[in-house]
């Protein structure tokens, strides 16, 4: 139950750990299981990470916030007491709860595409309707690894079920992509790239050597040329001759043009050959919606509509709005402010999206509405407290007051957002100053270390996504993001090599 929740229901992740907990309290053995878990070295070190946080509590001043912290963090204390106590699982067993776990990704992936293609949504991230599409990224990663590991190294599939397995490992490629999770499509490619190297220096076939290096340099060669190609295209412009710029449309009427505005789309300034009579003119004559409204996606339909021309390199007149089509209308009502992002593949789409945030970042220092950017002001922020707070941080409770606090003294456009972060690293840090930060290194490095966990294709994919991730998002500060990472790093903590798998006969 839990591992078909965490994709897909925080109810089934509640209700399931409920449910596990209660089996552990009303177990006859309760009493030797504690005995267990207060032996366990390796466990009590990664429990210490719920301790840390109770700790936090001896110097906060907002107990509402702290102990609804807890609250959230109460799997880092509850999974890894009850699952290093219990009998160890059956190798069949061991794969139903995978199997499973993939069928509900493959549940959600269709739950998803189906909103993708049937609903009307304000950004793409809205698709992942039933948890944060950053968290179910990281699922969809785990998905993959797992497939894949079964599929080519334990060969465990054959027959039509081997083609099954193809099938789903190549839709949850696509999905992916898909989805525009910059963090999983990073990771895919990082866990691609590390596990190619892995099996080529460990394999002794000098051809299998070759053949996986040659992947490396063909696949590394493609993606520098490909962004390599998108970035000296999307800022690569004519100069201009500002003394020159028309001051007239054909139309007779002013053109507005702001030479020293700097922020380009598609290799064309944004600020140059704008006549606010025209297009206040000409749009009704295309569009229902009102210009001095908002598009689909709640955005100004004015600023939608110049990026929109400025992309395809028209003018911002009557003779540019003359020049788009009726699919041009539709994506600017729809939100598209640039149109490639309309028909280019995910990656495409969100490497421009990410240009365009880091061209309105350098001229003008925006960041509404730029979530890489807005990561960027979250990280000063941080760096911030924990030059005030280095050696305790702030405590469990204060967190949002403390960024609060040093977003107001950056003047950030952030400030009253009440955001932390965005990278769990930091976070740990603000929170609880270098020595709660070097616990948390030490949580989780030393229960691997420990039962030398780091041989075990599916830890080590896992630690590796969700460390990962770590340095993206605040992981483990929501119910799902803390429950994928304490479940499946309990999960393959104690699971046995292939040769060791205990019968469970209890």
Known sequence: MLAVGIPLSNFLMSISQIILAANFVF????????????????????????????????????????????????????????????????????????????????????????????????????????????????????????????????KIFSGYKKTIAIILLLW????????????GIVIFFIL?????????????????????????????????????????SYFKVSEVETNNLPKYTRKGN??????????????????????????????????????DSTDKMGQPLVNTLLRYLNSKGLT?????????????????????????????????????????????????????????FQRVELWKAAIGIIKSNFWFGVGTGDMVRAYEEQLNKMDSALYGKKLRAHNQYLSIFSAFGIFGFLFFIFSLLYPAFYYNRFKNFYFTVFFIIITLSMINEDTIESQSGVTIFVFFYSLFLFYPDNKKFISNKS
């Open 316 to 372: 911002k007149d009557a003779e540019g709005i003359a020049n788009l089509t009726e699919n041009d209308i539709k994506a600017i009502e729809d939100g598209y402010a640039n149109y490639k992002y309309v028909n280019s593949f995910g990656l495409e789409s969100r490497f421009l999206k990410i240009l365009f945030e880091l061209n309105s970042y350098q001229v003008n220092g925006s960041i509404e509405g730029h979530s890489v």
């Open 254 to 291: 002013l053109y507005f043009h702001n030479p020293d505005n700097k922020i380009i789309e598609n290799g064309n300034y944004l600020w140059l050959y704008v006549c606010p009579k025209e297009i206040k003119e000409e749009w009704p004559k295309r569009s229902a919606i009102s210009i």
């Open 27 to 154: 177990d006859k053995r309760f009493f030797d299981r504690i005995k267990i878990f207060l032996k366990n070295k390796a466990v009590l070190a990664f429990v210490g990470l719920f301790l840390l946080h109770f700790i936090g509590l001896l110097y906060t001043s907002d107990f509402n916030y702290a102990l609804k912290d807890l609250r959230t963090k109460l799997p880092i204390l509850v999974l890894p007491l009850i699952i290093s106590t219990s009998v160890v699982i059956d190798k069949k067993t061991f794969y139903l709860i995978l199997h499973f776990f993939v069928i509900s990704v493959l549940i959600g992936t269709l739950g998803n595409i189906y909103f993708y293609f049937t609903k009307d949504y304000k950004d793409i991230r809205e698709i992942s309707i039933f948890i944060s599409h950053i968290r179910f990224s990281l699922c969809i990663c785990l998905a993959i690894s797992i497939l894949f590991y079964q599929l080519f190294i334990e």
């Open 172 to 183: 949850f490629v696509i999905f992916l992509f898909i989805l525009q999770s910059l963090t």
């Open 192 to 232: 691609v790239l590390s596990f190619t190297v892995f099996y080529s220096i460990k394999s002794k076939n000098i051809i299998f050597k070759i053949v996986s290096l040659s992947f490396i340099v063909i696949l590394l060669s493609f993606l520098i040329g490909y962004f390599a190609n998108i970035y000296i």
